[in-house]
């Protein structure tokens, strides 16, 4: 049940990222986290569960509208962002697979997709947002989080910590290591092995440089930053999806099958 799979899950922790001015949930789209999500062992009867429909978006609202107390025409504009939330969380549930395939490669192909739906449910966000935060007076913005410097465009401070994710090279070494164990490469394979380990290191290498070290205090700038760490996402799971899917064609039957019975994510 990642959300990397299933994308309506990360719906809590990136509400919380973009609307809290003290956010406490960590990014659900670490390096580690997509290991787990790919090489995870998973039985049949496991495959496409009841989707998941996390229903968060009437709390955020919620709390929006008792940290702005919109009036006038805010009435309607901040209806419009509820609408947006809505809309958003119907959108991913619509993304739900009704099968997680066994093979990491293909799997790793479904988490780009579902990658994708994530941002372009924010995108549906976006608008709605960026009116209802230029309808807002000082007090207001004082209150919702947004710097009166930001009036007709972006923040240019952050005030808000991110929590690490750097990701040491003996995580990636320790990856490529199970694999290496489990498949035993032939002296034929080193090539492709050294290139699935390159792919995993330009992975994390990827996913830190898109790590915020603080963020930005204007919610609509932490939207912009979330969607940039989405794309960032992305284009990780790209290198290692790419890299694994050569990597499993120069297996062996023997190979593959050892391969396919190791329960990787579970030595993370």
Not at 3 to 27: G, K
């Amino acid at each position: 049940m990642s959300p990397l799979l299933y994308p309506a899950l990360a719906l809590p922790a990136v509400y919380d990222l973009i609307f809290s001015q003290s956010p406490s949930s960590p990014w659900p789209f670490s390096y580690d986290a997509i290991l787990q999500a790919a090489f995870a062992r998973t039985a049949a009867d496991q495959n496409g569960p009841a989707c998941p429909q996390p229903n968060r978006q009437s709390a955020v609202f919620e709390r929006i509208r008792a940290e702005i107390r919109p009036t006038g025409n805010q009435l309607q504009q901040s209806q419009k962002l509820a609408g947006a939330l809505g809309f958003a969380a119907d959108y991913l549930a619509k993304a739900c697979p009704s099968e997680i395939p066994q093979d990491p490669a293909a799997r790793l192909q479904l988490m780009e997709w579902q990658v994708e739906k994530l941002a372009e449910a924010l995108d549906f966000v976006r608008p709605p947002l960026q009116e209802l935060e230029q309808s807002l007076n000082d007090a207001q913005r004082a209150r919702f989080g947004v710097s009166p410097s930001t009036a007709a465009g972006r923040p240019d401070r952050a005030n808000t910590a991110a929590p690490a994710c750097a990701m040491a090279p003996t995580k990636v070494d320790a990856s490529i290591e199970q694999i290496s164990l489990a498949v035993q490469p032939t002296d034929a394979q080193r090539d492709a092995m050294d290139g699935l380990k390159q792919a995993f290191r330009n992975a994390a290498s990827e996913l830190d440089a898109n790590c915020p070290l603080a963020l930005p205090s204007d919610p609509l700038a932490r939207l912009e930053a979330t969607e940039a760490r989405l794309d960032a996402t992305w284009r990780a799971l790209v290198s290692i999806q790419t890299a694994l899917a050569d990597f499993e064609t120069k297996l062996s039957a023997e190979q593959r099958t050892r391969f396919d019975a190791t329960d990787f994510a579970a030595a993370q």
